[in-house]
């Protein structure tokens, strides 16, 4: 792929994952991940979705600042270090096509996960705090999705979507924050190359229009549509990510 198309297509999922986080509280990760990791490989495109994670997560936690829960974030964001470090060495250490394959496999499950989990029991809010922050880090570093844990986590424990679309923002700047630090002191990811810098300074330009964009959208487009239309992007771009996983690993 030509890289003027690459930045399109990248711009393109930011803009979808951030009118998506705007409407439900989440869904830059699961967007954006795929999309990256097609162009660039694993290890830089998961780095460049927690970056792009990371400057949404700061716009949205400002514009939705009144509904934020900072007794359910105090609980599972120290905990987030404890997951990401096992991931970062993971990244470290696995050839690209099997973090594709992990990256793609976790995917396709995040997103059946998502959309057709049953009802559960519910349980103690703070014990499952504790242990969805360790496996939100862990997901977030490794695959930059931690979206399905923290929607598991808000249907054990009943948790308003006003308050828990609002607590993500922060729950997921620290995540990005923390994942970007433990790969860099790792060295889990390579230096960046020249595209790889343009690439980020396109998407990071387009996190603000699509939060904004998200803001108007979320108005007039029902949090339904704007899932699936999420869903079928993430779905072609995790196939996608598997089968060059797999292309690698046999090659």
Known sequence: MAFEPGIVLAVTAVLLGCTLQRTSGMGVGLVVSPALVLLIGPAQGVLLTNVTAAVSAAWLTLALRKGIDWR???I??????????????????APDGWLELIIGVV?????????????????PAAPAGLATGVLAGFLNTSVGVAS????AYARVTSWDQRSFAATLQPLFLTMALVSI????????VPSAGASSTALLVAVV?????????GGVLSRRVSE??????????????A?????????QFLG
């Open 76 to 93: 599972m964001a120290p905990v987030v270090v404890i997951g990401a470090v096992p991931a970062a060495l993971l990244v470290r250490e």
């Open 148 to 151: 399905p844990a923290y929607l």
């Open 239 to 247: 196939a996608g990510t598997l089968v060059r996983g797999i292309i």
């Open 107 to 123: 995917l396709l499950v995040s997103v059946g996960g998502t959309t057709l989990l049953p009802r559960l029991p519910a349980v």
């Open 181 to 188: 630090l433990v790969k860099t002191l790792l060295g889990s």
């Open 72 to 74: 359910r974030y105090a």
């Open 224 to 237: 339904t549509a704007a899932r699936r239309l999420a869903v079928a992007v993430v779905v072609l771009g």
């Open 205 to 213: 330009c387009a996190v603000p229009v699509g939060v904004l964009a």
